[in-house]
C-alpha cells in the first residue's frame, strides 16, 4: 500500500533517478509502435474526414467559458461525423511534418503518445452498440465486440455508489470515453520518468474532448472514478501491459 509521501514524490520531476539508467531507446531496442496492431476478426471502419461542417460554435474564448462537466444527457443520438469529431480532437492527426511524422491534436512528452482510447458505444447513428478501438494513425475504428446488456455493462465498472455527484450519469452517455495507457511505449524512451507524463499526456487527451463537445453543444464528464479490474475486463486488457487510466462519458445535452 502507498504511501501519501511516496505519491507526492512520484508527481515531482528528478532526472537524478535516471542515473545509471540506459533507456530502451539508448540500447538501440527496437521502437515499439505508436499504435496497437489489428488483431484477427477486428473488423475496420473508416471514419468520416474532419470537417468544420458539424462544428456549431468555432469560437475558443466561448466554448472554453462555457465548459462544463455535464452528466445529464438528452437522448439524441451523437452522429457519425460527430463522433470522428470528437476522436480526431482529442487525439487525432492533423498534419504530417516535413520528415514525415505525424503530428496530434495533443502534446505528448517526447512524442511517445501512450496512450489507446476505446470507446463503449451506446446511441451513436451507424455504429451497432459495443466497444471499439480508435487507431488514430489511421481514422478508423476498430470493431472490438458487440455489447446486448449495455446498462448492466456501464454499471459493473462504474462505481456508482462511490460517485459524487449523479450516480447512474454514465448509462444516459451516448458514448464512453475509455482511455488505457501503454507503459512501454514512454518507458522505451523514458523508463522510470515516463509514469508520470502518462498522466499528464491524458489529461490532455480529455481536455481536448471537453473543448470539442462543447463545441457541438454535446456535453462530457470525466470519470476518475471507476472499477480497475472490471473495466480492464471489459476492455481484453491484461492490466500490466496495458490498463485503462481516465474515462468520460459524452452526450448530447438536455
Ligand atoms: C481527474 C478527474 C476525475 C473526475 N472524475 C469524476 C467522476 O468520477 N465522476 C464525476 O461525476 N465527475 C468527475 N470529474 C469531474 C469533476 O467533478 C468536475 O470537473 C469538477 O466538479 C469541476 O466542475 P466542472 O468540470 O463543471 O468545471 C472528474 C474530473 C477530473 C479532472
Known sequence: MATIKENRRFLKTYFSDMAGIKTDAVLGLEKPAAQKQV???????????????????????????????VRN????AISFEELSYLLWASFGVTDIDSKGNKKRAVPSGGACYPIETY?????????????????????????????????????????????????????GAAVLFAWSAVPYRGEYKFNIMTHKKILIDVGHICQNLYIASESIDAGTCAIG??????????????????????????????
Open 119 to 171: 470507446i463503449i458505444v451506446r446511441n451513436v447513428k451507424g455504429l451497432e452498440q459495443g466497444i471499439y478501438r480508435y487507431r488514430p494513425l489511421d481514422n478508423e475504428l476498430a470493431f472490438i465486440k458487440s455489447i446486448d446488456k449495455m446498462q448492466e455493462v456501464i454499471e459493473s465498472f462504474m462505481l456508482d455508489s462511490k460517485q459524487p455527484y449523479l450516480p447512474g450519469f454514465a448509462n
Open 39 to 69: 488483431k484477427d476478426g477486428e473488423r475496420l471502419i473508416k471514419l468520416a474526414s474532419p470537417s468544420k461542417d458539424i462544428v456549431k460554435c468555432n469560437d475558443t474564448f466561448d466554448n472554453i467559458k462555457s465548459r462544463r462537466s
Open 225 to 254: 472514478i471507476y472499477d480497475q479490474d472490471r473495466v480492464d475486463a471489459l476492455l481484453d486488457l491484461d492490466g500490466e501491459d496495458e490498463f485503462v487510466i481516465y474515462l468520460a462519458a459524452v452526450g448530447k445535452k438536455k
Open 73 to 76: 444527457y438528452s437522448d439524441e
